[in-house]
């Protein structure tokens, strides 16, 4: 018996906070689909048994019939497989929701309540609770759960069960593992992440922001009797990477290049990168950011390059040089503060920083 997890599609999101442009957030939501098109495909090539896709497939304020439309048309393409899906705070399922009107196929299982129900079948059961408002945050959601332990039996939750958080569900992980679940399918937190062998997070399908580094996709489960074998598929078209290039006191184009190309990239595919540019540089050695960019970006879907430098500054050679104008003047009344303050060097180099570009 095979099961595919995933989940956290956020389907129509509108990557309003995101630093890249909007064409790149477009291109982002199709992704977004390319990504579920190829876990139904994996579903059809490994002849995966169940669906489990934990909460928050689209956001609502966004999400159009026609989305759903075709998440429901996919879901017919795979026919002998059982889809169950429970909904998060990004989806919940309201008295209107849109999946009212939505004509689904008879291999669709929804969990419509906001406590939890079970769907029975011959070898498993399929427990799950889902959102009918943004905040789920119910009492004693475990009691009266007996399981038949003579099936397989899987729980879908949508849910922080790291940090807990009011709005969403609180689990005590004591009680959730003396239930017996044989597999909790999490969902909730974008970075995948397994809490125990059978209590997982698959992350969101698709990364959608620096936040969500590395590699995204599904989780592919099979129980041979009652061992539980886990693997995760890497099924996303995007990854983010967030990288620190520490500079000292010299800057080499090619060196920083080569890093991209051999290191940073993923070559199969589309590669969001942020450089953050961190150690120092002699103060008259400017970097042109934008050149670097304007080179770089042409190896990579998004670049984008961020100044940490620090500078070094040579204080008595720049009192030396500039007894007669403003930065000598400047350095002057400095002088006055105490150095050793963090607050005071800061403003030194901060005012100096302003004054030496001022005069170049
Ligand atoms: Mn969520």
Do not use: C
């Not at 497939?57 to 393409?77: G, M, P």
């Not at 204080?315 to 005071?344: A, H």
């Amino acid at each position: 018996m095979k099961f595919l997890h995933s989940g956290d599609f956020h389907i129509a999101s509108s990557f309003e906070h995101s630093s890249f442009p909007k064409e790149l957030a477009i291109e982002r939501r199709n992704d977004i689909w390319r990504s579920i098109d190829s876990l139904i495909d994996i579903v059809k090539k490994k002849e995966v048994d169940i669906l489990l896709l934990s909460g928050d497939l689209y956001n609502e304020e966004y999400v159009t019939l026609s989305d759903l439309k075709r998440l429901s048309d996919l879901f017919r393409k795979i026919p002998f497989t059982n889809v169950f899906i429970i909904f998060g705070n990004h989806d919940p399922y309201r008295n209107k929701s849109k999946w009212k009107l939505i004509d689904l196929p008879s291999n669709v299982y929804l969990f419509k309540e906001d406590k939890i129900t079970k769907y029975e079948f011959e070898e498993y059961d399929v427990y799950g609770i889902s959102y009918i408002d943004n905040i789920l945050n119910k009492d004693n959601i475990f009691e009266n759960i007996s399981l038949n332990k003579s099936k397989r039996n899987y729980f879908l939750i949508h849910t922080d069960i790291i940090n807990t958080n009011f709005k969403y569900q609180p689990i005590d992980m004591n009680e959730l593992q003396k239930i017996g679940f044989d597999y909790i399918a999490l969902g909730h937190l974008h970075k995948p992440s397994a809490i125990a062998e059978n209590i997982i997070y698959p992350g969101s399908i698709e990364p959608l922001s620096f936040k969500e580094q590395g590699l995204h996709g599904a989780v592919l489960g099979e129980f041979k009797d009652r061992e539980l074998a886990i693997e995760f598929l890497d099924v996303s078209q995007s990854v983010f990477t967030e990288v620190e290039y520490e500079i000292d006191g010299n800057f080499n184009f090619y060196e920083l290049k080569d890093l991209l190309l051999n290191d940073w990239i993923y070559s199969d595919k589309k590669n969001y990168i942020r450089i953050n540019l961190t150690g120092n540089l002699p103060e008259e050695y400017e970097i042109d950011k934008e050149a670097i960019e304007n080179e770089l970006k042409n190896y990579v879907t998004y670049l984008e390059i961020n100044n940490k430098l620090d500078y070094n500054l040579d204080l008595e050679k720049l009192r030396k040089l500039n007894k007669n104008n403003i930065i000598g003047v400047f350095l002057k009344n400095m002088s006055e503060y105490d150095m050793n303050n963090p607050v005071n060097s800061e403003a030194l180099k901060l005012g100096l920083k302003a004054i030496l570009k001022e005069n170049k």
